[in-house]
């Protein structure tokens, strides 16, 4: 399972249009749970509803066009809640709302987990099967990852306003954008300018000078140190379930984060004078090469961990 959430991952952050990239993640879901329903909705905070916006499953008509109010149907449990909802039978649940456009009568096993970035929601994601059932506990932080996964991509989306632009049915997306601001005096307002990467693309992180040495370390400190913490509670959840070969995989993860490993070589690379994102690019990448460059076809297949051992820090 850790290697089929890791290949969604992989292929969702791969793809530069939104909209394919939401249209995968329920197609591999789908699969991956082995379940015949799975869906997005986003939420469009002017008009306070969820609209569906990628399904396998459900009424594709509906695409774009079923709105959920933010305070009705499960899926607006869900987002109130911040938290999953898993039921072996939706309908008989008293927050189920039946929307015949949808075309999920035939559904009865639900489970939603809300995409949430920065504490704030965005969405919810959902599977849904027709026999009763109750999803397990692996499943359930199998969407969760995959939920605070496609937070990210969401976020990015609407920062850009690619979002709004689908809520309003415009098909073709303009690749750049205008943001006017308001300004406080007359005048020249003189300021930093911020570039956003693209999210979960470690190739695309710039080489920066350092300025602030320790400043730097300590921020790649705290970076490792909350990915652990993820990698923790996530193993919590996940080993039960888990084959032996999948639990070494999960181990070397964690290991390989050791200061004194890769994270002591990153470190390094930031004394040599790039700023801590550039820094683990630039080591990651040294790692992906030298596996990549072997003989051996298992060793050049972990070249694939690594890289994504980056993205996730």
């Not at 999953?84 to 949808?102: G, M, Y």
Request: charge should be negative; charged fraction near 25%.
């Amino acid at each position: 399972m850790l290697k089929t959430l890791r290949r969604i991952i992989q292929e969702v952050a791969g793809t530069s249009d939104f909209k394919e990239a939401l249209n995968i993640m329920v197609k591999r879901v789908a699969k991956a749970l082995d379940t015949q329903a799975c869906s997005i909705f986003l939420l469009d905070r002017a008009r306070g509803e969820y609209v569906l916006m990628a399904t396998k499953g459900l009424n594709q008509r509906a695409v774009g066009k079923l709105r959920i109010p933010v305070n009705q149907g499960l899926v607006g449990l869900v987002g109130e809640r911040e938290e999953p909802i898993n039921l072996d039978d939706a309908k008989q649940h008293p927050r189920f709302l039946s929307v015949p456009e949808a075309e999920e009568e035939k559904y009865k096993a639900f489970l939603g987990t809300p995409i949430v970035y920065h504490r704030q929601v965005l969405g919810v994601l959902i599977v849904q099967q027709q026999k009763p059932r109750r999803y397990d506990e692996a499943e359930e932080a199998f969407l969760s990852t995959l939920g605070a996964q496609l937070a990210a991509i969401v976020a990015h989306a609407e920062a850009t306003h690619m979002i709004s632009q689908l809520f309003e049915g415009k098909s073709h997306l303009k690749k750049e954008e205008t943001y006017s601001g308001i300004p406080s005096s007359a005048g020249i307002g003189i300021g930093i300018g911020v570039v956003v990467y693209p999210s979960l693309e470690l190739d695309a992180i710039p080489d920066r000078l350092v300025e602030d040495v320790e400043a730097e370390v300590h921020l790649l400190d705290t970076a490792i140190k909350a990915s652990k913490e993820d990698f923790r509670i996530l193993g919590e959840k996940l080993y039960p379930n888990l084959s032996l070969e999948e639990r070494d995989l999960f181990d070397g993860y964690q290991r390989l984060l050791d200061i004194s490993d890769m994270g002591a070589e990153i470190v390094h690379a930031i004394r040599e004078g790039n700023w801590a994102p550039g820094a683990l690019r630039q080591v990651i990448q040294a790692h992906v090469q030298h596996l990549e460059n072997l003989e051996n076809e298992y060793l050049r297949e972990r070249a694939i961990d690594i890289k994504d051992l980056g993205n996730r820090i």
